[in-house]
């Protein structure tokens, strides 16, 4: 019998499983998620475990990953009116309910893995940014609505934090997306800049590569600067994990300019010791500022 044929769970049965689910992929919660209210914190888990949910659909499961990716969105649906099934879904269905949160955001994140499926290229910046809408956009309108902010300019600035991050995910793993058939710097940038994509296949770090990667990374630290500004518009636990979110953003950044912009031989990312230093002195930051 398959999990969505099962008894239903019990609220707390499903709650225990979405905090299992985030903690057993814990390298990508933020630890300033450990500093979130205990009435916000199971919420967070419902929502990370949904969103870990669907990228595993897009990316890992074996199968018709369309056919399982509609499935997921006819239980989305049953979360919304009470009759789902899977764990994570129960817990997602009381969440939903309890802050009011719209549908729309879980349909971009399945759309966008739908997308994974058969965009591979992006010709313009204006068609990844597209995708970033889809991909990383709804995750900041979810963490907002879990802190009861609903109002378009926070969401505004929500979006160019977590198209930023989504960039910077993108560039530090060019190597590893070519690996899978993917390529998410814009046909155009590369066509702009006189770099090839056989160039690339070819992992050459040449100036040309170097000028290409130098611009995006000046793109995506542009929209970190700019969605900086939601720090001063929310409180608690939220200001601290979104300028955490942004300034270890910042510092993957600042990790592929010490590389000379070569992503492609060594993957830039910042060391267990860098995170908890980043939070610490962001705590004390904070603290000093409020």
Same mark, same amino acid.
């Given at each position: 019998m398959s999990r969505t044929e099962q008894k239903p769970l019990s609220i707390e049965e499903a709650f225990a499983y979405c905090e299992r689910l985030a903690r057993t992929h814990y390298?990508?919660?933020?630890?300033?998620?450990?500093?979130?209210?205990?009435?916000?914190?199971?919420? /967070?888990?419902?929502?990370?475990? &949904?969103?870990?949910?669907?990228? *595993?659909?897009?990316?890992?499961?074996?199968?018709?990953?369309?056919?399982?990716?509609?499935?997921?969105e006819e239980e989305l649906r049953r979360s919304h009116d009470g009759t789902a099934t899977h764990p994570v879904m129960v817990a997602l269905g009381e969440t939903n309910r309890r802050f009011q949160i719209p549908i729309e955001p879980y349909l971009k994140l399945i759309e966008a893995n739908r997308m994974d499926q058969t965009v591979h290229r992006f010709p313009t910046y204006a068609d990844l940014l597209h995708y970033c809408d889809h991909s990383a956009n709804p /995750?900041?309108?979810?963490?907002? &609505?879990?802190?009861?902010?609903? *109002?378009?300019?926070?969401?505004?600035?929500a979006d160019c934090t977590c198209t930023a991050l989504q960039l910077t995910n993108f560039w530090q793993d060019v190597r590893r997306d070519l690996d899978m058939g993917r390529i998410y710097i814009p046909m155009e940038d590369m066509e702009r800049f006189v770099y090839s994509e056989a160039e690339l296949e070819r992992s050459e770090v040449n100036d040309a590569f170097r000028r290409l990667m130098a611009f995006e990374v000046a793109r995506a630290r542009s929209l970190f600067e700019e969605g900086l500004q939601l720090v001063d518009m929310v409180e608690g636990a939220a200001k601290l994990d979104i300028k955490l979110f942004s300034l270890g953003g910042m510092r993957v950044l600042d990790a592929i300019e010490r590389a000379g912009y070569d992503v492609l031989s060594k993957r830039p990312a910042l060391s267990k010791r860098e995170k908890i230093g980043l939070m610490l002195s962001t705590m004390v930051k904070l603290k000093l500022a409020g």
């Open positions: 390298e990508n919660f933020t630890v300033g998620s450990w500093f979130l209210p205990r009435g916000v914190r199971r919420h /967070v888990y419902s929502v990370y475990a &949904y969103c870990r949910s669907v990228d *595993d659909l897009g990316d890992e499961a074996k199968g018709d990953r369309l056919a399982h990716l509609d499935r997921w /995750v900041g309108h979810l963490f907002l &609505y879990l802190f009861g902010y609903r *109002d378009p300019e926070r969401q505004r600035l």
